[in-house]
């Protein structure tokens, strides 16, 4: 089955090389990022909706969280995402972004004028279900309603997500995506063509305590572009009760993040990317972590951001055992 879904996926590529829609194809959210873009294969959180949204459906929480990047210097990127677990098996996840850039009007004898502000906008759905007594596949689809201004003159266009996640073995999970794919839009006076990228990925997700440690990788293909490769590793530690022995009993966590992609030859650490994030326990079973990377471009420069977000993980409930006197009466 995944192969037959990995060759449906591939025959969708047959599409002019990418035109437009450029900000697609900047990473959404602080730990896929640092993990060098390595997450079609995870998409555990609630960044799943802009990465694989097969991963709405294995998301076992609630998850809120906004993020903040200053891109290159001259460009300001905000997204706010989320994960809505609707029943057992299937999730929602909603999704904006906003990317803008101020420039200055010029006249024809160079006489400086108003600014104004080049920006892109986007609206993203999605849903995931899995299915299977652990969620041995899981399948998800996403619509993303884009707008894009410049200067005087804005567009609309419409693509969508779909993907898959597969979990063979118990600390194993294989994921594939086709990313953006949809129809042409007319901007001013030419065409322009969605970046549909395909992306397979695998990822090695173990736990030990209530701690774990993944190592995973990612393949890229873009029509325009040179295909990449992506590898990141995180480690999480989660300790409330040491956090408590050394005075921080609000604390409740940490992650530090890592991962390199190629496609980057501009310098010595281009393509390298590097982060944290910080668990605080609000109240029981709700938490806020802080988290932040940075993203080297080489001599282009570097990108940092910032994240805020809020994640509700209410405790299962442990199966009843049965006591003695129901036992004697069977």
Same mark, same amino acid.
């Given at each position: 089955?995944?192969? =037959?879904?990995?060759?449906?996926?591939?025959?969708? /590529?047959? #599409?002019?090389?990418?035109?437009?829609?450029?900000?697609?194809? +900047?990473?959404?959210?602080?730990?896929?990022?640092?993990?060098?873009?390595?997450?079609?294969?995870?998409?555990?959180?609630?960044?799943?909706?802009?990465?694989?949204?097969?991963?709405?459906?294995?998301?076992?929480?609630?998850?809120?969280?906004?993020?903040?990047?200053?891109?290159?210097?001259?460009?300001?990127?905000?997204?706010?995402?989320?994960?809505?677990?609707?029943?057992?098996?299937?999730? +929602?996840?909603?999704?904006?972004?906003?990317?803008?850039?101020? *420039?200055?009007?010029?006249?024809?004898?160079?006489?400086?004028?108003?600014?104004?502000?080049?920006? *892109?906008?986007?609206?993203?759905?999605?849903?995931?279900?899995?299915? !299977?007594?652990?969620?041995?596949?899981?399948?998800?689809?996403?619509?993303?309603?884009?707008?894009?201004?410049?200067?005087?003159?804005?567009?609309?266009?419409?693509?969508? #997500? =779909?993907?898959?996640?597969?979990?063979?073995?118990?600390?194993?999970?294989?994921?594939?995506?086709?990313?953006?794919?949809?129809?042409?839009?007319?901007?001013?006076?030419? &065409?322009?063509?969605?970046?549909?990228?395909?992306?397979?990925?695998?990822?090695?997700? =173990?736990?030990?305590? #209530?701690?774990?440690?993944?190592?995973?990788? #990612?393949?890229?293909?873009?029509?325009?572009?040179?295909?990449?490769?992506?590898?990141?590793?995180?480690?999480?530690?989660?300790?409330?009760?040491?956090?408590?022995?050394?005075?921080? *009993?609000?604390?409740?966590?940490?992650?530090?993040?890592?991962?390199?992609?190629? !496609?980057?030859?501009?310098?010595? &650490?281009?393509?390298?990317?590097?982060?944290?994030?910080?668990?605080?326990?609000?109240?029981?079973? /709700?938490? +806020? *972590?802080?988290?932040?990377? +940075?993203?080297?471009?080489?001599? /282009?420069?570097?990108?940092?951001?910032?994240?805020?977000?809020?994640?509700?993980?209410?405790?299962?409930?442990?199966?009843?055992?049965?006591?003695?006197?129901?036992?004697?009466?069977?």
């Amino acid at each position: 089955m995944y192969s =037959i879904l990995c060759a449906i996926l591939l025959s969708q /590529l047959v #599409d002019p090389g990418a035109t437009g829609y450029t900000f697609l194809k +900047l990473g959404v959210g602080v730990r896929p990022v640092a993990m060098g873009n390595a997450f079609t294969a995870l998409s555990d959180d609630g960044n799943a909706v802009f990465w694989n949204p097969s991963g709405l459906g294995i998301v076992n929480g609630y998850y809120l969280a906004g993020m903040a990047m200053n891109h290159l210097y001259y460009f300001n990127y905000y997204n706010l995402t989320s994960a809505i677990p609707i029943t057992k098996s299937s999730g +929602l996840g909603i999704g904006l972004c906003y990317l803008g850039a101020k *420039d200055i009007e010029y006249s024809e004898r160079g006489e400086i004028g108003d600014e104004f502000t080049n920006s *892109d906008m986007l609206l993203n759905v999605g849903y995931g279900r899995n299915f !299977g007594k652990r969620n041995t596949i899981a399948f998800g689809a996403a619509v993303k309603v884009i707008r894009s201004q410049l200067y005087r003159y804005s567009c609309f266009g419409v693509v969508a #997500d =779909i993907g898959v996640i597969l979990n063979p073995y118990k600390f194993i999970y294989l994921g594939t995506v086709l990313k953006n794919f949809g129809s042409p839009r007319r901007f001013i006076e030419y &065409w322009e063509y969605p970046p549909v990228n395909f992306r397979q990925g695998v990822a090695f997700k =173990i736990p030990f305590a #209530d701690n774990h440690f993944i190592l995973a990788a #990612d393949y890229s293909w873009y029509p325009d572009v040179s295909p990449t490769a992506s590898v990141g590793a995180e480690i999480r530690i989660r300790a409330p009760k040491f956090m408590e022995s050394i005075g921080q *009993d609000r604390i409740s966590g940490f992650s530090l993040m890592g991962g390199y992609q190629t !496609g980057y030859q501009t310098g010595t &650490w281009s393509g390298f990317s590097f982060g944290f994030s910080i668990e605080l326990v609000l109240v029981q079973n /709700l938490y +806020l *972590d802080i988290s932040a990377l +940075l993203l080297s471009y080489g001599y /282009l420069g570097s990108s940092e951001r910032i994240a805020v977000g809020m994640n509700y993980a209410p405790k299962k409930e442990a199966p009843k055992k049965p006591s003695n006197r129901s036992r004697r009466s069977k």
